[in-house]
């Protein structure tokens, strides 16, 4: 669909003008890719939020949430709608200590990862070092169920607030939740989250435990030298393309054993550091990407059997 008049004054007026017409995704995903959101807008504030995305779902115009688009990759045709970015602006943390050993932690869902692993080891809570490295907001590493061999994000989390389409709040605690392998799912209202209107993450509870921060820095430095031996920094990417098979070999490894490390279409190349990474040598399209992902994986099946599931989520028209 596209915005009618009506529509992008509303939104010009509500945003007080801030909205962004036609803006290119690329300019917002770590892969670099990704063409035109019909309109972008980052809200100011939480009001500012349920007002925009209530809204929306009044005048059932498609929206979609991002936080750093780390996780992305947007097509080249763009995405029709609106897309609704949670500013990963200064962070915003409360810790409550609820006993000697042990501490709640609310972050709003903006928070960058980065910064909010920071300052819970600075300020001696243990729980988040596994998540160190991992790049996009808080409230995307929530939805993804983010981790890596040391952790996932539901071994740490509480509590998640949401916002419903139809601008309501509501807090669901970890027994509500159902978690699974890089995503969370959330109880779903009636008529309320869809595919193009979705519940969105404002902020979640975390509970970590007291320990040395001095021993706490010692393992994030570990942590992070690991990482970045393993892994291509310095392209862009959206890190693991697929998710690891439940059995067997992962899926880096798969690929490696098929000899595809290297392998490149267009400007998007499989990373001969890690082979379950694409990189975008600099002038890949989205399609460039999405064919190498079929090649991958065609290939990898033909050669183990395996169906590769992409880890990353692909989205726009
Ligand atoms: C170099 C690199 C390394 C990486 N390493 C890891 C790793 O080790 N482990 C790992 O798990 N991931 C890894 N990732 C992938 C990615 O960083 C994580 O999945 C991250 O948690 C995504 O967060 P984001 O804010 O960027 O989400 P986005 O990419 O913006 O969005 C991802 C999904 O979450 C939804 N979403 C985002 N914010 C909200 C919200 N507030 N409410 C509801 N839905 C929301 C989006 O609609 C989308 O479906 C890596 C990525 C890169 C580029």
Redesign the pocket.
């Known amino acids: 669909m596209r915005l009618d008049a009506d529509a992008r004054k509303w939104l010009v007026d509500l945003t007080f003008g801030r909205v962004r017409f036609d803006e290119q995704m690329s300019r917002h995903?770590?892969f670099r890719v990704g063409g035109p959101a019909e309109a972008f807008v980052e809200p100011e504030t939480s009001d500012e939020l349920s007002a925009l995305v209530a809204g929306l779902a009044g005048r059932g115009i498609p929206y979609?949430?991002?936080?750093?688009?780390?996780?992305?990759i947007v097509a080249d045709a763009g995405i029709s709608g609106v897309v609704i970015r949670?500013k990963p602006g200064k962070p915003e943390i409360l810790i409550e200590n609820i006993s000697s050993s042990q501490s709640r932690v609310t972050v709003m869902?903006?928070t960058s990862?980065r910064l909010f692993c920071g300052h819970v080891i600075r300020k001696g809570l243990k729980g988040m070092n596994f998540?160190l490295?991992?790049?996009?907001?808080v409230?995307?590493?929530?939805?993804?169920?983010?981790?890596?061999a040391l952790g996932w994000i539901s071994d740490v989390l509480e509590s998640v607030t949401?916002l419903y389409p139809s601008g309501q709040q509501e807090t669901i605690g970890r027994n509500s939740l159902s978690f699974s392998y890089?995503k969370l799912m959330l109880p779903r209202r009636t008529c309320e989250d869809s595919f193009f209107h979705?519940?969105?993450?404002?902020s979640g509870r975390f509970s970590l435990v007291r320990a040395s921060s001095t021993d706490l820095k010692q393992d994030a430095r570990e942590i992070l030298k690991n990482?970045k031996c393993r892994?291509p920094?310095t392209l862009p990417?959206?890190?693991?393309i697929f998710k690891n098979p439940s059995i067997g070999k992962t899926a880096g490894e798969l690929i490696d054993l098929c000899g595809l490390k290297g392998l490149k279409i267009g400007g998007a190349e499989v990373s001969a550091k890690h082979a379950n990474?694409i990189v975008n040598t600099g002038s890949a399209v989205a399609a460039d990407i999405l064919s190498l992902m079929d090649c991958v994986r065609q290939t990898v099946f033909e050669r183990f059997n395996v169906s590769l599931e992409p880890?990353v989520?692909v989205?726009g028209n």
């Open positions: 995903t770590s979609l949430v991002v936080g750093g688009g780390t996780n992305l949670l869902a903006g990862l998540a490295g991992i790049p996009g907001t409230g995307g590493a929530i939805r993804m169920n983010a981790g890596t949401v890089r979705q519940t969105i993450i404002v990482r892994q920094a990417s959206a890190g693991c990474f880890e989520i989205i």
